[in-house]
Nanobody, 125 residues
Framework: QVQLVESGGGLVQAGGSLRLSCTAS????????MGWFRQAPGKEREFVAA????????YYADSVKGRFTISRDNAKNTAYLQTNSLKPEDTAVYYC??????????????????GGQGTQVTVSS
């Protein structure tokens, strides 16, 4: 089992920034691809970003590319999501996930068996 705890969410004005953190405990953190998903009210959960176990490869949804940066520190068992130039449409609960998988047929990311409780990000216009 991997336990994930997100933090760093909050209320910010459009154009602002937040740094989300995801701290893991349990199994070896560095074994897993880590990532972030988000879910806005009335919408389905959507993929935001992912990072390989080494941190050498990153993936982003088109909607956040160039504004968000995912990173990880395996020594601290922590993954991060730096969110810049935030927009009201970025308002959502952001969830950390471990052991993500990518489906080649649907070209979609899936969160895998481990996930956190989420942290709320609210962007005011």
């Amino acid at each position: 089992q991997v336990q994930l705890v997100e933090s760093g969410g909050g209320l910010v004005q459009a154009g602002g920034s937040l740094r989300l953190s995801c701290t893991a405990s349990g199994r070896t953190f560095s074994n897993y691809t880590m990532g972030w998903f988000r879910q806005a009210p009335g919408k389905e959960r959507e993929f935001v970003a992912a990072i390989s176990w080494s941190g050498g490869t990153t993936y982003y949804a088109d909607s956040v590319k160039g504004r968000f940066t995912i990173s990880r520190d395996n020594a601290k068992n922590t993954a991060y999501l730096q969110t810049n130039s935030l927009k009201p449409e970025d308002t959502a609960v952001y969830y950390c996930a471990a052991d993500l998988t990518f489906d080649l047929v649907s070209k979609s990311w899936y969160p895998g068996p481990f996930g956190g409780q989420g942290t709320q990000v609210t962007v005011s216009s």
